[in-house]
């Protein structure tokens, strides 16, 4: 679309919206009072009015410059009468009943806003809850990953796999707009920050599988973030060993501008430092976000969505020393470094957001977005190591040092990666109500613009000798001369200009309805994908997909209070560059659209447990995927083969019990059952590299009763091992071995000092809202949980010792929150 047609689409909206009556908004969501919305809820004012949809939300329209009075009503409640003082022009004015049966009300009802998702299929998360859980990495992704069918065993990483995917399977929307990670991140110590900020957050949904058509392309789940609008100036402080988190956000005083700006930065140190590797570390990870809206009018809102964000990874290791192998035959590797690593990572985002009411029945959005990112990964890293026999004289005095060396080498690593991609979004999306049903469609171009050059390689030295990738012939001297060229053992070299240029939209359809005294939900759906890559030395290639997905739940008119959903269809994944791009660096434009054939049964159950609400979350699945590229996965590092040469399939059951084990409080317990295999080239059934058969996971808060302001928070997490991967150039049908356990628990402790109903009227402490102070320590039990294995030969036995890579060990951590 060209410049000068948005442009008047702009100033149409503009000069539309500023035509209309000069009346207010009321909206909210109804609620009873178990907190669950209502629908059909009769809102009206005088001789005007609407009904709540099944979410219980509402929207009126209603004049300005006077009092008036609202009226809720409903065949089940008793009414509900608020009185509202007059209301300034093109105001909001968010309103949230609680309707009782036995009790008709009069006066005025406001409550905090929590939206219930489980008819979707969605999991809706507190960012209360969110901001106040510990973890090495805390944020949203912190707390995912306690939910069942989530995984992830690097606590330095905010990435995680769902039901057998990848990092690369799971789609993040913040206030509707899609946001993108990084692409040369080979470790979680370079990450940083993910693209959510907890401290700007109102509103948590995730779903992990068969969710809907509106949403993207990705085959295992959706993450979706909305970010809240102030009505009156706020700001927050996080401060702690591990950096420093600061927001501040406010409104005008008629409402109709909004802004909220977070600045966070972060420093590793603490937990690399703590490694077995001595490094020079000076890592420096900061990012600035912000969100903005203004409404010209009742009808039409422009919000705006920004983002920088800066990398600056050094990473100089020395020496490590790592212990293996079994009591009766122990092993130690030890390295000695020269060297170092310079990475950088700079993203920019910036989005636009235009909302027009056209009617109480038809909403219109036009949203456009550009993301860009510039990477490098430079490193020179020589490893020079001994492999050798552990002393196990418990009174000798050499108890612990390498008495034997059994295998010598060295390791030389290089790259000169660098990466640069832009991604400009244009997407229009409406909603429109025709009775009783509910239509959205939507419409998106994207084009994506990647250059990337790599030049990396590796050069391994055993005893003196280089060793040559087995690719090559064997050396057969002195029987033939050998006279091939000395070359790395892995060397990558290649250039990229890659464009691809996507078209992709959906329709949906939803209703409520009811069979026979039982209320059903249904929803279904199409989704279509067009994708063209082109570029430099690549042969142009169009693809198209078609995704068909259906949802409906099912609410019994039983006394025991359950609902049943069921929901699944195409799951298509169009490949992005990552995807398009194999282990030597080379693009395969042909790449097609990884496809999986996917099946949901859910069931909630909402009781009382010792007089406290409780839900148990069950929902058993079965994916089979067909077109798979299959992929190697080192730490956070993803190398696809660019080839769809294999099938595969993942079937699970999840299940969650979350509740108040605590009065006032949010906790839950969950547990996870996967199986996940592949099939390459009709080889057989191999783990597939997320093959995480078991977890469990408990997020617990609780505080002393006798001091209700000392608070705890316990993050605890049990995984079974992940298959271990295997060496440069062999076979992983050869390496069908697994990382040990993955066990982690993280406590923390708060001391609330301010509170709501503990405020100070004079003195340093009165312009504080809250304050607390706490400690947090990660890993309480000093376990050593391992991420990858590092392969080393021994030129003895030519045996190949898989030595693992740990994690972080037990850290303490000082942390003082407060709000203003």
Same mark, same amino acid.
């Given at each position: 679309?060209?410049?000068?047609?948005?442009?008047?689409?702009?100033?149409?909206?503009?000069?539309?919206?500023?035509?209309?009556?000069?009346?207010?908004? %009321?909206?909210?969501?109804?609620?009873?009072?178990?907190?669950?919305?209502?629908? +059909?809820? !009769?809102?009206?004012?005088?001789?005007?009015?609407?009904?709540?949809?099944?979410?219980?939300?509402?929207?009126?329209?209603?004049?300005?410059?006077? +009092?008036?009075?609202?009226?809720?009503?409903?065949?089940?409640?008793?009414?509900?009468?608020?009185?509202?003082? +007059?209301?300034?022009?093109?105001?909001?004015?968010?309103?949230?009943?609680?309707?009782?049966?036995?009790?008709?009300?009069?006066?005025?009802?406001?409550?905090?806003?929590?939206?219930?998702?489980?008819?979707?299929?969605?999991?809706?998360?507190?960012?209360?809850?969110?901001?106040?859980?510990?973890?090495?990495?805390?944020?949203?992704?912190?707390?995912?990953?306690?939910?069942?069918?989530?995984?992830?065993?690097?606590?330095?990483?905010?990435?995680?796999?769902?039901?057998?995917?990848? &990092?690369?399977?799971?789609?993040?929307?913040? !206030?509707?707009?899609?946001? $993108?990670?990084?692409?040369?991140?080979?470790?979680?110590?370079?990450?940083?920050?993910?693209? @959510?900020?907890?401290?700007?957050?109102?509103?948590?949904?995730?779903?992990?599988?068969?969710?809907?058509?509106?949403?993207?392309?990705?085959?295992?789940?959706?993450?979706?973030?909305?970010?809240?609008?102030?009505?009156?100036?706020?700001?927050?402080?996080?401060?702690?060993?591990?950096?420093?988190?600061?927001?501040?956000?406010?409104?005008?005083?008629?409402?109709?501008?909004?802004?909220?700006?977070? @600045? #966070?930065?972060?420093?590793?140190?603490?937990?690399?430092?703590?490694?077995?590797?001595?490094?020079?570390?000076?890592?420096?990870?900061?990012?600035?976000?912000? $969100?903005?809206? $203004?409404?010209?009018?009742?009808?039409?809102?422009?919000?705006?969505?920004?983002?920088?964000?800066?990398?600056?990874?050094?990473?100089?290791?020395?020496? #490590?020393?790592?212990?293996?192998?079994?009591?009766?035959?122990?092993?130690?590797?030890?390295?000695?470094?020269?060297?170092?690593?310079?990475?950088?990572?700079?993203?920019?985002?910036?989005?636009?957001?235009?909302?027009? @009411?056209?009617?109480?029945?038809?909403?219109?959005?036009?949203?456009?977005?550009?993301?860009?990112?510039?990477?490098?990964?430079?490193?020179?890293?020589?490893?020079?190591?001994?492999?050798?026999?552990?002393?196990?004289?418990?009174?000798?005095?050499?108890?612990?040092?390498? *008495?034997?060396?059994?295998?010598?080498?060295?390791?030389?690593?290089?790259?000169?990666?660098?990466?640069?991609?832009?991604?400009?979004?244009?997407?229009?999306?409406?909603?429109?109500?025709?009775?009783?049903?509910?239509?959205?469609?939507?419409?998106?171009?994207?084009?994506?613009?990647? /250059?990337?050059?790599?030049?990396?390689?590796?050069?391994?030295?055993?005893?003196?000798?280089?060793?040559?990738?087995?690719?090559?012939?064997?050396?057969?001297?002195?029987?033939?001369?050998?006279?091939?060229?000395?070359?790395?053992?892995?060397?990558?070299?290649?250039?990229?200009?890659?464009?691809?240029? /996507?078209?992709?939209?959906?329709?949906?359809?939803?209703? /409520? =309805?009811?069979?026979?005294?039982?209320?059903?939900?249904?929803?279904?759906?199409?989704?279509?994908?067009?994708? =063209?890559?082109?570029?430099?030395?690549?042969?142009?290639?169009?693809?198209?997909?078609?995704?068909?997905?259906?949802?409906?739940?099912?609410?019994?008119?039983?006394?025991?209070?359950?609902?049943?959903? %069921?929901?699944?269809?195409?799951?298509?994944?169009?490949?992005?560059?990552?995807?398009?791009?194999?282990?030597?660096?080379?693009?395969?434009?042909?790449?097609?659209?990884?496809?999986?054939?996917?099946?949901?049964?859910? !069931?909630?159950?909402?009781?009382?447990?010792?007089? #406290?609400?409780?839900?148990?979350?069950?929902?058993?699945?079965?994916?089979?995927?067909?077109?798979?590229?299959?992929?190697?996965? +080192?730490?956070?590092?993803?190398?696809?083969?660019?080839?769809?040469?294999?099938?595969?399939?993942?079937?699970?059951?999840?299940?969650?019990?979350?509740?108040?084990?605590?009065?006032?409080?949010?906790?839950?317990?969950?547990?996870?059952?996967?199986?996940?295999?592949?099939?390459?080239?009709?080889?057989? &059934?191999?783990?597939?590299? =997320?093959?995480?058969?078991?977890?469990?996971?408990?997020?617990?808060?609780?505080?002393?009763?006798?001091?209700?302001?000392?608070?705890?928070?316990?993050?605890?997490?049990?995984?079974?091992?992940?298959?271990?991967?295997?060496?440069?150039?062999?076979?992983?049908? *050869?390496?069908?071995?697994?990382?040990?356990?993955?066990? /982690?628990?993280?406590?923390?402790?708060?001391?609330?000092?301010?509170?709501?109903?503990?405020?100070?009227?004079?003195?340093?402490?009165?312009?504080?809202?809250?304050?607390?102070?706490?400690?947090?320590?990660?890993?309480?039990?000093?376990?050593?949980?391992?991420?990858?294995?590092?392969?080393?030969?021994?030129?003895?036995?030519?045996?190949?010792?898989?030595?693992?890579?740990?994690?972080?060990?037990?850290?303490?951590?000082?942390?003082?929150?407060?709000?203003?």
């Amino acid at each position: 679309m060209k410049t000068s047609t948005l442009l008047l689409l702009f100033l149409f909206f503009i000069t539309t919206g500023s035509l209309l009556a000069q009346n207010a908004i %009321i909206k909210g969501v109804v609620l009873d009072e178990n907190n669950s919305p209502v629908s +059909e809820v !009769n809102v009206t004012v005088g001789g005007e009015g609407t009904q709540t949809d099944f979410d219980g939300f509402y929207t009126l329209e209603v004049p300005s410059g006077q +009092e008036i009075i609202v009226i809720f009503s409903h065949l089940s409640f008793k009414n509900v009468q608020v009185t509202i003082p +007059e209301l300034t022009p093109n105001s909001d004015f968010e309103m949230n009943p609680v309707m009782k049966i036995d009790v008709e009300q009069i006066g005025t009802v406001v409550i905090s806003r929590k939206r219930r998702k489980r008819i979707e299929g969605i999991t809706t998360i507190s960012p209360e809850t969110i901001r106040r859980i510990p973890g090495a990495n805390a944020g949203v992704e912190n707390l995912i990953k306690s939910l069942p069918g989530v995984n992830g065993n690097n606590e330095l990483s905010t990435q995680y796999a769902v039901r057998g995917g990848n &990092y690369d399977e799971n789609l993040v929307y913040v !206030n509707e707009i899609e946001v $993108y990670r990084p692409f040369l991140i080979r470790s979680g110590q370079q990450e940083g920050f993910s693209f @959510v900020n907890t401290d700007l957050t109102s509103k948590v949904d995730f779903s992990a599988g068969g969710f809907q058509a509106k949403y993207g392309d990705k085959l295992s789940s959706v993450l979706d973030i909305s970010y809240r609008k102030p009505v009156a100036f706020e700001a927050s402080a996080d401060l702690s060993l591990l950096g420093a988190n600061v927001s501040a956000g406010g409104a005008s005083k008629d409402g109709r501008f909004t802004g909220i700006v977070g @600045v #966070r930065y972060r420093d590793n140190s603490l937990f690399v430092n703590a490694r077995e590797t001595e490094t020079n570390f000076r890592p420096v990870f900061a990012d600035a976000q912000t $969100y903005f809206t $203004y409404k010209f009018s009742n009808k039409f809102e422009l919000g705006f969505l920004g983002n920088i964000t800066v990398n600056d990874y050094q990473f100089e290791p020395l020496t #490590r020393q790592t212990n293996f192998g079994t009591i009766a035959d122990p092993v130690a590797l030890l390295v000695s470094y020269e060297g170092q690593e310079k990475s950088r990572y700079d993203t920019y985002f910036g989005a636009l957001k235009a909302t027009y @009411v056209v009617s109480d029945d038809f909403t219109a959005k036009l949203i456009g977005s550009i993301y860009q990112t510039t990477e490098q990964e430079y490193f020179d890293i020589l490893a020079e190591y001994r492999l050798g026999e552990v002393n196990t004289d418990i009174g000798g005095e050499n108890l612990g040092e390498v *008495d034997f060396t059994e295998g010598i080498g060295s390791q030389l690593t290089h790259a000169r990666n660098d990466l640069d991609a832009l991604i400009i979004n244009l997407q229009h999306k409406g909603i429109l109500s025709i009775e009783d049903n509910r239509i959205e469609y939507g419409i998106k171009y994207t084009h994506e613009d990647i /250059r990337d050059r790599i030049q990396e390689y590796e050069i391994i030295d055993s005893a003196g000798f280089s060793i040559r990738p087995p690719i090559y012939p064997e050396n057969n001297e002195p029987y033939n001369p050998f006279n091939s060229p000395i070359v790395p053992y892995t060397n990558v070299r290649a250039t990229n200009d890659v464009q691809i240029d /996507r078209i992709s939209g959906f329709v949906q359809w939803s209703r /409520r =309805t009811t069979l026979g005294e039982s209320d059903l939900w249904l929803n279904a759906g199409v989704r279509a994908h067009n994708w =063209t890559v082109s570029g430099k030395g690549l042969k142009s290639n169009t693809q198209t997909v078609f995704s068909p997905r259906v949802q409906a739940s099912l609410k019994p008119n039983w006394e025991a209070d359950m609902l049943f959903r %069921i929901s699944g269809g195409f799951y298509h994944q169009p490949p992005f560059y990552r995807e398009l791009r194999d282990s030597l660096g080379i693009v395969n434009p042909e790449v097609k659209a990884q496809q999986s054939i996917h099946i949901v049964l859910g !069931n909630d159950y909402s009781f009382k447990l010792w007089d #406290r609400p409780f839900t148990l979350n069950s929902e058993i699945y079965y994916k089979s995927l067909s077109n798979v590229n299959p992929y190697t996965l +080192e730490n956070v590092r993803i190398r696809y083969r660019a080839r769809n040469d294999a099938t595969a399939y993942a079937y699970g059951l999840d299940l969650r019990l979350a509740g108040e084990f605590v009065p006032g409080t949010e906790s839950w317990v969950s547990f996870g059952y996967l199986k996940t295999e592949e099939n390459i080239n009709n080889r057989g &059934y191999i783990f597939r590299p =997320t093959d995480q058969r078991l977890k469990f996971a408990v997020l617990f808060q609780d505080y002393v009763k006798v001091i209700p302001d000392l608070k705890l928070y316990l993050n605890l997490t049990y995984n079974t091992g992940l298959p271990g991967g295997s060496p440069s150039y062999a076979d992983p049908y *050869d390496y069908q071995t697994r990382l040990p356990d993955y066990k /982690r628990v993280d406590l923390g402790f708060s001391y609330v000092l301010i509170h709501k109903e503990k405020r100070f009227k004079s003195g340093w402490r009165k312009p504080f809202k809250e304050l607390s102070v706490g400690l947090e320590i990660f890993n309480i039990f000093d376990v050593q949980n391992s991420i990858t294995n590092t392969f080393v030969r021994d030129v003895y036995t030519k045996v190949q010792y898989a030595i693992p890579n740990f994690l972080t060990p037990r850290v303490f951590n000082v942390r003082i929150t407060s709000k203003f």
